[in-house]
């Protein structure tokens, strides 16, 4: 679904969306599914100006978890559930985006289970 509000400096702007993971234990790595625009993107350069980003969970996540948001280029950490970031400036619009998700520390965690994992991306 490509958005009609656009960042200054975009000409163009794609937003999808998955469900987000769900986390069992502490200390190993989360991954979201791929997170890709659909369909056909419009003629450009095809290059990032801005991502925002909104990630959420069913119930509150422990305080320490550490979002993450991926491309194949790099990955941010995300400085709270929602956001936006000029880190992926420059990269490729036609690639996706994972979210990272991890809990520091060993064991078990009740399990938290992911709602929604969302980006927009914006480029030109």
Same mark, same amino acid.
């Given at each position: 679904?490509?958005?009609?509000?656009?960042?200054?400096?975009?000409?163009?702007?794609?937003?999808?969306?998955?469900?987000?993971?769900?986390?069992?234990?502490?200390?190993?790595?989360?991954?979201?599914?791929?997170?890709?625009?659909?369909?056909?993107?419009?003629?450009?350069?095809?290059?990032?100006?801005?991502?925002?980003?909104?990630?959420?969970?069913? /119930? %509150? +996540?422990?305080?320490?978890?550490?979002?993450? *948001?991926?491309?194949?280029?790099?990955? #941010?950490?995300?400085?709270?559930?929602?956001?936006?970031?000029?880190?992926?400036?420059?990269?490729?619009?036609?690639?996706?985006?994972?979210?990272?998700? /991890? %809990? +520091?520390?060993?064991?078990?965690?009740?399990? *938290?289970?992911?709602?929604?994992?969302? #980006?927009?991306?914006?480029?030109?």
């Amino acid at each position: 679904m490509t958005r009609t509000t656009l960042e200054l400096g975009s000409r163009h702007a794609w937003n999808a969306s998955v469900v987000g993971p769900t986390i069992t234990g502490r200390g190993q790595r989360t991954l979201s599914a791929p997170i890709q625009p659909s369909g056909m993107m419009p003629q450009s350069e095809g290059v990032i100006t801005s991502v925002r980003w909104r990630y959420s969970f069913v /119930r %509150v +996540p422990p305080v320490d978890l550490q979002a993450y *948001l991926c491309n194949a280029e790099r990955c #941010v950490l995300l400085s709270s559930p929602e956001g936006k970031t000029d880190a992926f400036r420059g990269d490729d619009a036609a690639k996706g985006f994972v979210f990272a998700f /991890r %809990v +520091p520390g060993q064991g078990i965690l009740p399990a *938290l289970q992911g709602r929604s994992n969302e #980006v927009t991306v914006n480029y030109r």
